[in-house]
């Protein structure tokens, strides 16, 4: 059993965590569509949401929440960042 005092702690992170994605800068959204893309990375992080949320409901709920903000804010089509710069867009 998770002391109280630690799930009140992690909530309130997993909220302000949930509260700052839309002020994400586009090098940290490159960091994170590389954490949630991936087949093998969706596993682990649904196993991941499993075991949280069998622990503690509220956790688990925030955490999903969590990765529902950070999948919508990767799929925007409006601000797609490759993770290089295009050197040749200035020639013509």
């Known amino acids: 059993m998770i002391n109280p005092k630690i799930i ?24 994170i569509n590389l954490l949630i893309d991936g087949i093998l990375n969706k596993i ?9 949320l069998f622990e503690n409901f509220l956790l688990g709920m925030l955490f999903m929440l969590l990765l529902l903000g950070l999948h919508l804010e990767n799929s925007k089509k409006s601000e797609t ?11 013509c």
């Open 44 to 52: 682990i992080l649904g196993l991941l949401l499993l075991i949280i």
């Open 81 to 91: 960042f490759e993770g290089f710069t295009d050197y040749y867009k200035n020639i």
């Open 8 to 31: 009140i702690l992690l909530c309130l992170v997993i909220i302000i965590l949930i509260v700052n994605i839309p002020n994400l800068r586009k090098k940290d959204k490159f960091r």
